[in-house]
Nanobody, 127 residues
Framework: QLQLVESGGGLVQPGGSLRLSCAAS????????FAWFRQAPGKGREGVSC????????NYASSVKGRFTISRDNAKNTVYLQMNSLKPEDTAVYYC????????????????????WGKGTLVTVSS
């Protein structure tokens, strides 16, 4: 069974920090690009950040650049999203997704063609 499970969401005050984790089971991360998406209430899903299979390249949405950091630990089969200086507009359900590098790119990541999806974790930023 191939599965992605997000964790680390919750309620945090503006300016606070959270670290989201995406744990993979049923496959190893070495050959997969990963991306974090989010969907705010009443809005569509948007790409937040992505990382290539070996962590050599990353990408961030303009709205989170400088505040969020994506990383991965392939030995632990886990991808992380460190979120700092959180704002109320960051409130959303956050999803992780994986794409095999055979159909993607080894040197560039993106927010398309994802093969596996997690069920999401809710992040609420409010005072």
């Amino acid at each position: 069974q191939l599965q992605l499970v997000e964790s680390g969401g919750g309620l945090v005050q503006p300016g606070g920090s959270l670290r989201l984790s995406c744990a993979a089971s049923g496959f190893t991360l070495d050959n997969y690009n990963f991306a974090w998406f989010r969907q705010a209430p009443g809005k569509g899903r948007e790409g937040v950040s992505c990382i290539t299979s070996r962590g050599g390249a990353t990408n961030y949405a303009s709205s989170v650049k400088g505040r969020f950091t994506i990383s991965r630990d392939n030995a632990k089969n886990t991808v992380y999203l460190q979120m700092n200086s959180l704002k109320p507009e960051d409130t959303a359900v956050y999803y992780c997704a994986a794409r095999h590098s055979n159909t993607g790119s080894i040197t560039i990541c993106g927010y398309y063609g994802m093969d596996y999806w997690g069920k999401g974790t809710l992040v609420t930023v409010s005072s």
